[in-house]
């Protein structure tokens, strides 16, 4: 029973980090229709930054330095790069391919400096760990899920009773509408990337963190564990990426931790569950599971 405990609460952890990326594929996706694959690169961009940075500023200078550094990166990225060719609806296809790209440049150069080695990003719970009852967790997992409740927490009241979230809101709706109402939709836009890119960096920490060895070349590519919980909740619902992100966090903690059982399964079967319960849900709800049905004009 206390293993079963220690990997819901791993899982637990987990998720609530995977949730600020998924938050990230959200935004992005409500604000313009974008499926961001560059989305990893970012993250790695935000946990090298506060590598490099921490000896000098401490944790919490280099941290918000990395914060700001790559939601800028990510808002000029969409404003001049994706942007350029205007505010058309149907380029969004093509702007997604763009992103690829876009990765496959930032994540080559980040993996030159980076190279064989591990970072540390200096945070300031180590390898500590606490018991709760029976159950031992790092302490970095605690903070994984205390930090992520209050950003995640501030990102709805964002949503919710902000000129900018109402803006938001409006456009995921009707873009041509919303412009005619007058919502900038180049300010919202950039400023929805800019966001996007601030939590990507958040996660970067907790994903290096102990128990992880630190940050290294291939920690971006954890992004795209966090895209089947975004898939999983409908892509334009910032609730679905949250409960998505919790059943695929879930998931890979329970599949790890009784991965002896399901050898029949594959030795590997943890690094593909996500999208098998992607594949499963998505048999019975193709729109995810707080996506709506689209109406369709004949």
Known sequence: MTGFLDNVLNGLALGS??????????????????????HG?????????TAVLHDDLGFAGALAV?????AGVAGLMDRFLLQAGGQDPQAAHVQTIVTIGID????????????????????????????????????????????STVVI????????????GLA????????????LMGVRLVRMRTLAWCLA????????????AFPAPGLERTTGQIALKAFPAAILGGMASPPGALAGSLLIGLTEALVAGYQTELLVLGEGFG???????????LLVRPNGLFGAKGAARV
């Open 17 to 38: 980090v995977y949730a600020l990326v998924a938050l990230g594929f959200v935004i992005i996706f409500k604000a313009s229709g974008v499926i961001n694959f560059a």
């Open 41 to 49: 690169s970012l993250l790695l961009l935000g946990g090298y930054l």
């Open 66 to 70: 990395a914060v700001l550094v790559t």
């Open 104 to 147: 496959i440049v930032i994540l080559t150069d980040l993996s030159r400096r980076i190279g064989g080695d591990l970072l540390t990003l200096g945070d300031p719970w180590g390898d500590s760990v606490s018991g709760l009852g029976p159950i031992t967790v790092a302490d970095s997992r605690l903070a994984a899920i205390v930090v």
């Open 153 to 164: 927490a501030g990102v709805f009241a964002l949503f919710r009773y902000t000129n900018w």
């Open 168 to 179: 938001l809101r409006a456009s995921a709706e009707d873009m041509e509408a919303a412009a």
């Open 197 to 208: 890119g601030g939590l990507a960096a958040l996660a970067a920490v907790f994903l290096a």
């Open 271 to 281: 690094d593909v569950a996500p999208y098998a319960v992607m594949v499963l849900v």
